[in-house]
């Protein structure tokens, strides 16, 4: 198994330009999530998906956009790059509620800058 | 979720025990205690989790006291590449309150030779 899977791994964006940031996991995982770390920070949660076609806003959700149409892939689309979206963005997935012992797996993030 | 303290900074030699404290006086009956770990430039890593037992697994021991009110993650023999920061994080045992998570600063572990 691979795990979470992002891409890409670093990407410089301009002000105003748009991009998606992928996210897959092979794991089988019904929770998907989408988090944020700036520099000396803890997490962020931008938004998350107990399943396809559901997705819901986490704490920080202003300027993003999530679609979950299979289990495996949840991608984060930034519309409009803006200086203060540059952080490290990290995906993560957990197993769904028949399972008890559910902790994240996490993917190795993606540096974006934004200039 | 019950909120947790952590000292922002520990040392600690190769070969010797790591043991890294977290306070969540506000934990309640149903709220589980979280570990994961933070390598830098990469994603959290889970490490172990519990309720009022003490855990071990390959990577840690977990020790609650017994009020539940703080907890002591224990690395038997820290080397080099557990130098990390360590989150503790409480959360109610349902796979739907991971969204719920409270990610502070952790405690940034630094393992010297």
Same mark, same amino acid.
């Given at each position: ?115 | ?30 709220? /589980?205690?979280?570990?994961? @770990?933070?390598? %830098? ?6 490490? +172990?989790? &519990? !309720? ?33 920061? /360590?989150?503790?994080?409480? @959360?109610?045992? %349902? ?6 998570? +409270?990610? &502070? !600063? ?8």
């Amino acid at each position: 198994n691979a795990g979470v899977t992002q891409t890409p791994k670093f990407r410089i964006l301009k002000i105003g330009q748009s991009m998606t940031l992928q996210c897959a996991q092979d794991m089988n995982h019904n929770y998907m999530y989408w988090y944020r770390q700036d520099p000396g920070m803890g997490l962020k949660l931008i938004y998350y998906s107990v399943g396809a076609g559901i997705t819901d806003k986490g704490e920080v959700p202003n300027g993003y956009n999530v679609s979950r149409s299979t289990t495996e892939d949840f991608p984060l689309r930034l519309e409009l790059a803006a200086p203060s979206q540059t952080s490290v963005y990290f995906c993560a997935s957990s197993p769904g509620l028949s399972s008890y012992n559910s902790p994240l797996h996490f993917g190795n993030g993606t540096r974006l800058t934004v200039t | 979720d019950a909120k947790t303290t952590q000292p922002p900074s520990m040392d600690c030699a190769e070969g010797r025990a790591a043991n890294l404290p977290c306070n969540h006086s506000t934990i309640s009956g149903n709220e /589980y205690v979280y570990w994961y @770990r933070q390598i %830098h430039s990469q994603g959290p890593q889970y490490i +172990i989790h &519990g !309720l009022k037992n003490n855990e071990t697994n390959e990577m840690a021991s977990l020790i609650i006291t017994e009020d539940r009110k703080s907890s002591t993650l224990i690395l038997p023999h820290a080397t080099l590449r557990d130098t990390a920061v /360590y989150y503790c994080i409480v @959360r109610v045992e %349902h796979a739907g309150n991971n969204r719920k998570l +409270i990610w &502070g !600063l952790g405690t940034s572990l630094a393992v010297n030779p």
